[in-house]
């Protein structure tokens, strides 16, 4: 009789960022043009990597995969987010809501297991110079390229449909501007404690294993660089990991800092413009650090526009 009595959500309010009414134009502006820059940047390494044969390197594979899932990453929730700015009522279907939740696991994941593949390229580019095209093969690099696709995939899917089977009841606000799975258990009249189980087993094995693995391999890379000790090898180190490094700690360093570091005031305040660091700001700030960074993404980019302009 308890659950004949309670109606069943069919959307949800997403209460988005905390922008004050008369700033809102300026933000919608800025959010704005940092997608337009995110798109634009990711795609256009992509088109490089395809485009310059120099850059058919396992790499720079594992780049473009990079490059698109993170093109792909902020597209999950800018839209909502700039739609939801411009509309009355900042509402969300209860599919697309899952649908969205399904896709930003995907490719947050999915980034993270593509760091851990560009980590193990690089100590293997380190740690045995003479054997690195051997092992890294062609056959390696789509095999651990398809790996990360294919567990990303299982894992969003298995905390989509525990999700699926949950009820929402009379509470349909969402204090975040996408639909993120802590704040969707928070609002469910079920019994959550199956999916906070998954959360905490299968959700920090692939959260925590990712970042222990790229810590042995820089740790590793660490020691044979002091092995032997020259100016030139640490600046060809530095040269080659830098990019990476600078990669992985903007990720980590603001997944860390809103889900290890939780603030006891205004935390959900705090979540939801830290979220923003890692879904917005840490996509459209790589392709700038691998390309103002990177010796060969300029070259590529030279050669491109300049082959373009002689054809023409």
């Not at 999950?76 to 697309?96: C, F, G, W």
């Not at 349909?172 to 928070?186: Q, R, T, Y």
Request: aromatic residues 14%; neutral net charge.
């Amino acid at each position: 009789m308890k659950m004949e009595n309670q109606s069943i959500v069919s959307e949800f309010l997403l209460l988005g960022l905390p922008i004050e009414p008369d700033q809102r134009d300026l933000f919608y502006a800025l959010f704005l043009a940092m997608y337009l820059t995110t798109v634009l940047g990711n795609l256009l390494i992509i088109l490089l990597i395809h485009l310059d044969s120099h850059l058919h390197t396992p790499m720079y594979f594992f780049l473009s995969n990079l490059s698109f899932s993170d093109f792909c990453f902020s597209s999950v929730t800018m839209p909502e987010l700039l739609q939801n700015m411009q509309s009355q009522v900042p509402s969300i279907p209860y599919a697309a809501c899952l649908t969205q939740m399904y896709f930003f696991l995907f490719f947050a994941d999915l980034e993270s297991f593509l760091l851990v593949a560009m980590s193990y390229d690089r100590y293997v580019a380190i740690c045995f110079p003479l054997h690195y095209t051997t092992i890294m093969s062609p056959k390696l690099c789509f095999s651990l390229g398809a790996l990360s696709w294919v567990l990303t995939t299982f894992y969003s899917l298995l905390h989509t449909l525990l999700m699926a089977r949950l009820c929402f009841c009379a509470d349909n606000v969402i204090p975040h501007f996408f639909c993120d799975i802590s704040a969707l258990l928070k609002l469910s009249c079920s019994d959550t404690r199956v999916n906070e189980l998954v959360i905490f087993t299968i959700g920090g094995l692939t959260g925590v294993i990712p970042f222990l693995l790229i810590i042995t391999s820089y740790a590793r890379i660490l020691s044979s660089i002091l092995k032997v000790p020259s100016s030139g090898g640490i600046r060809k180190a530095f040269s080659t990991c830098g990019s990476h490094l600078s990669v992985v700690s903007l990720f980590y360093g603001t997944v860390i800092a809103v889900y290890l570091c939780p603030s006891a005031n205004n935390s959900t305040v705090k979540e939801t413009v830290m979220s923003m660091m890692y879904t917005v700001v840490t996509p459209m700030l790589n392709p700038f650090i691998y390309s103002l960074r990177n010796r060969d993404m300029k070259g590529a980019l030279g050669r491109v526009f300049c082959k373009k302009i002689f054809v023409c």
